[in-house]
Each structure stands twice: as C-alpha cells, then as structure tokens.
C-alpha cells in the first residue's frame, strides 16, 4: 500500500483560552550549506522484518517567498532504507517454484531529492518522492515534522490521500515475480484521510520535545484498512532542525474470512552528525578565522610551489623537445622503423617522437616514410599517421604529406591530377593512377592497375579484389611532385606493360572449363594472361578473374602455361 499525498491542510488549535504562549517561537535552520546526517532504523511486526539506513540533508539555498512572505529553504536529500532479508526461491516435488515472501518494503529504499521547505516546517514541493509501502510516507520527509506557529503549543495537520492497494487473485498461483507481486494480482485506488495531532509538552536546555498522535482511515478500500499510532520527538531550537524522532504504527486490515490483522511498525531516526547549524562563538569565530588564514597561507606557499614546479617542468619539457637528436638515438629508431612491419612495434616510439619540435633529419624521415608504405597494406589510417610523423623530420615530405594521405585510399577525392595516359603510357600491376569515376566529373579517385591491354587497363581499389575494366583516357597519373614519396610498386616504371603479350595471343581463346585443384569448384571463361604466379580469365558475361596459378588443376596450370608461351597465335595448343 502506498499513500500520494496531497498538500498540506493545517490547523492550529490551543489547548484553552487559559493556555499561556510558549517561547521562544520553533523555525528550521536556514544557514545555507549546513549539513544533517541521520541514522534511520524500521521494524515490522516483532522484529521479523528490520530495516537499517541513513538520510542526508542539505541546506542548499534561499528562495525569496511569494508577495513579500519569509524566504523558502531548499534542502537536498539524500539516502537509503536497506534489509538484508531476500526472498528465496524453492524447488519442490516435479519441478514446482515456489517464492519465500519478499520483505514487504522490498530489499532497498533510496532516495535523492531536493524539498522546499517553510521554516515551520510546511514541505512545498518535492522534487523526486520516494513513498513506502503499508502508507508509511516518503522516506525523504523522515526528519522532518511540521512546527507550530508562534504561541501555540497543539497543531493538527490534516492530508487527503490516495491510497494504492494490491490484492492477489486467488484464481492464479503466486508466480516468482520481482518484489512478489504477479501481473494477476488487482490494483486498486481509494481515497484516505490522515490526521496527526502534535503538542509540545516541554523544553529544556533550547531542546523541545513534541508529541504527535496519528490516524488514518481508509474506509473505503476493498478490505477496509486504518493505521494508528504515536510518536516523540526533540527539536534543537538552537540548531534548528529535529535530533531525534521516534514513532511508532499500528497497520489494522481484514482478510477476505473476516479476520482481522494488526501489523506494528516502529521507526527511529537519530542525527548522528551536522554541520555548520549551531551560530559560533566569540571564541569560535576568532578560532576560525585563525584557521582560514592559515589555511589560506597554506594555499598561497601551495600554489606557488606548485607553480614552480611546473615552470621547471614546462623548462624541461621545452628542452627535451627542442634537444638534439644523438647519434645512437637516430641508428636505434630508424632500425626500429627499418625491421618493423606492424602497428603495435611502433606505436610507442611515434608517441615519443611526435612531441618532439620539427627539425631536418631527411634520413629518419625517410626510414619513416618506408615504414609508413609497408604499413599501407594493412591500414591506411596507420599509414597516414606515419606520413605525418615523416613530414616531422623533412619539409619535402611536409609539402606532399596531405596529398600523399589522399593517394592511399580509393574513397579519396584527387583535385590535383599528374599527366594523363595514353596507349602508349605503361602500366604494370600494382601501379597507382587516378580514375574519373564518370565522364566529365571531374572526380578523380585512386586505382591500382591490375593488367594493360592497349587502350584498356583493369584496375581495382586499395584493399578490394573486385576489378574493373576501364579505358586509358578516363586515368591519369599522380602529379610527379608525389611520385618519389609513393611506395615503390605503386610507382610509375619504364618497363613494358603488366602482362604485355602481342595482340594476336592475348585476343580471347575459346572458352573452356577451369577447375580448382580440389575439383569441387569450376567456371566456363577463356585464358587472358598469366603473370606473378596469377592467372586472368575473362567470363561469358565479361567479368574478370585473376586466379592464383597453384590453386589451379594440374591439368588447368599446364594449359596456361603453354598459353602464355604461344607467342606465335598459329602454334598449336595443346586441348584440355
């Protein structure tokens, strides 16, 4: 059962017209930043359900009241309410489940919140509530009781409420749910009316202790229900805020045979520690000022030799960034660049040389430029890094690098093109050169060359197997300022053609069976070329292969073979 409350209705009454006005007047604290931590303990029925916790305010700030009235406190809540009591699941006969029950708060209660709060104690408004079951309110207000107005010393507060009831259907079993409840279980909502009398029956030493008289009544809820009880608490007027309270409940309800049940609550909260709500002494502000100015001068010697420290270490820094670089230091580092092939062996040692300043040292920059075009086959993104990491150590690479990232990867849009390719340009495999992706876009992008063949040229992207067939005039070659900084295969080279073979034999052969050499694989295509252990076949509907020669039939690696020897298109080949 869960009680949502609706504001306050206050009414203050007296005792008699005999009764004298007590003073002084009780109001919360209101020095901001102050801080109350309580220590929160609950138990239900004979101690068969105990619950442990704490609860932390915090004076946040002043809000201004409305049309001139006093100024509103914000206090920020924090805690939790905890029992170590599980419920557990039991395997019986024939696989059956059966739960324990759960503990009727459930396992854990936390709150955060921030209140609004007058300073007679009146909760505004409630940013986050918490509300526990069996209609034993928010866990955020437990230390919290309203106050009287001045003079007074009996005050009634009076809240409507809705209460939320949960009935199990008998119909269904009781499943293993979470917090025991099953989605057969009945909702309901009724209306209640809570009413908790207070009296301050005394003070002494600025501590007043105040007694509250509770009742509720839910008369129509489905069974009906009521809660009862009383409590006591002690209010330090001095610091403004409650030291103790004590309550205790009495949950009165019926099962569907009529009998009735009485389930006793008691609930103790207890201030363990605070801060910063008592005023200070003469003594004690004289004292704290002391300590603030020390603590200041503590502060200032901190601040300045931290501040020294890091000039120093600023110096040293400057210094080890601008050092110059021994000979031993470039033999190690250039063997390291010059042996290595992955990522992972260098990564530690870019990281060093990237905070050093720029300088010219053309041969570490170029043992680093090698190392960045092995790297390419594996990452491009690795790659450029490196590039960068050269442009470090020599201008020449530094005014080519961001070009040179842009040649390593096909997605990447080439503004500036070299000399364009003709039929009588040479190309070999594994060469760089940029396609326009369609006539007159003027989007050039990078390719690789997988075979020339006159005016067409097979080429695929950077890390891709699929090939395409273009035409000579659609590509150019990279501008000749970025060609030294190229790895070497991708540059260009005064050889004959990739796979260059005379016309007559590199025209289409009539179209055979090729089989691997498990023999479980096969297609219909005609031999083109076969070159660098790799055989390329043209398919009925013109798709290109390139094929690695061992993984070929034997029957299938003789016949290129002795394709690729007949020069002469008249000598006979041998059929298959």
Known sequence: MVGLSSPLLVAQTSSGQDEQPREPTLTYSDRVNAIAEYKVTLTIGTGAEAYSGELQYTIERLEPGEDGAEPISV?????????DQRSRMKIGAFGSITRTQEPLLGTSNRVSSRIKLSSLGRVLETSRSTQLELVLGDLGHFAIWPLPQKGKAKWEVVDPLMVQQSTRDQRFPRMPFPMGRSPFDKQQTSAAIESAKYELVSTKDF???????YELKAEHSDPPFSLS???EAKFDQRRGIFTELNWSREVLSSTEA???VRLPVQISVKLEHDLGFLPLTPEQKIQRAKAAKENEARMAKARAEAEVRAKEHQEKQRLEKERP?????????MATFDDSSDYSDTVLLRSKLMIKADREEPELAHSILEYANRLQKQSTSFSGMFVDLAAKFDPKIKEVADLRKKLSASH????????????????HEGQLVLMERRAGSND???KLVVRQDGSSVWVR???????EDTEGAKLCLPPARVLAYLPEEQRPKAEAPVAAMDPDVSSPLAPRTWKDRTGRFSVEAAFLWLQDGKVGLKKSDGGMLAIPLDRLSPEDQAYSKQAMEAANPFKAITAQ
């Open 75 to 83: 206090w920020g809540v924090k805690g939790k309410l905890e029992t």
């Open 207 to 213: 501590v007043s202790t105040i007694r509250q008289t």
């Open 229 to 231: 009880g009383s409590g």
């Open 258 to 260: 009529g009998a009735e």
């Open 325 to 333: 670089f021994t000979a031993d230091e470039l033999k190690k580092w």
């Open 412 to 427: 990447a849009r080439v503004t500036e093109l070299g000399d364009p390719i003709d039929e009588g340009t040479p190309l």
């Open 444 to 446: 050039y992008r990078p």
């Open 461 to 467: 992207d950077f890390n891709s197997k699929r090939i």
